[in-house]
């Protein structure tokens, strides 16, 4: 959810192509942004959104999801590579994508695809590939301080103390 004083159409727009769940301009109202809230948390039905357990997914379900891993593995390192590309390889619209991937795993789109990103960063480093940079590009992240970011968000540990941790338990 974004707060902003700014109300231009191209800058909204533009928050929801990188997937904001929700823009409210300053100031907000207080009724408003409690609806625009339980909005975010409830699925189509109008039930309150939970992630599922491991193994939670029926089996149409585990199929799209692992075609959509599929394609953020074969399109990882492609600049050009983000949401729009995704929902084009998968023959749906960002907004059916977003709906359906928040429905399913509880997480925005830019989530999904970052957190699979740091799965197979994860991978490379238990392969024993100790490049924090190149383990970074090669999982799709331009930025070393955005994936460095993202993967003590995700693994609660800088990467580097992740592969000395890593390396002291295969040592001992």
Avoid: W
């Avoid at 480093?125 to 100790?130: I, L, P, Q, V, Y």
Wanted: glycine share 4%.
């Amino acid at each position: 959810m974004v707060f902003s004083a700014v109300t231009s159409e191209e800058d909204i727009l533009n928050a929801y192509e990188e997937g904001v769940d929700a823009f409210l301009t300053k100031p907000v109202s207080l009724k408003i942004l409690r609806k625009q809230v339980d909005r975010l948390f409830e699925k189509p039905d109008g039930s309150n959104i939970k992630e599922p357990a491991a193994g939670a997914y029926n089996r149409e379900e585990q199929k799209f999801l692992m075609n959509c891993r599929n394609i953020i593995d074969e399109c990882m390192t492609d600049e050009n590579f983000g949401i729009e590309m995704l929902a084009g390889r998968l023959a749906m619209s960002h907004s059916s994508l977003y709906k359906k991937i928040r429905r399913m795993t509880g997480m925005s789109l830019i989530d999904f695809i970052n957190e699979y990103r740091i799965y197979k960063a994860v991978d490379m480093f238990r392969d024993g590939n100790t490049n924090v940079q190149k383990v970074a590009e090669a999982c799709g992240f331009r930025d070393i301080k955005t994936f460095r970011e993202t993967f003590k968000r995700k693994m609660n540990i800088p990467p580097k103390q992740f592969i000395l941790k890593m390396n002291n338990h295969t040592t001992e």
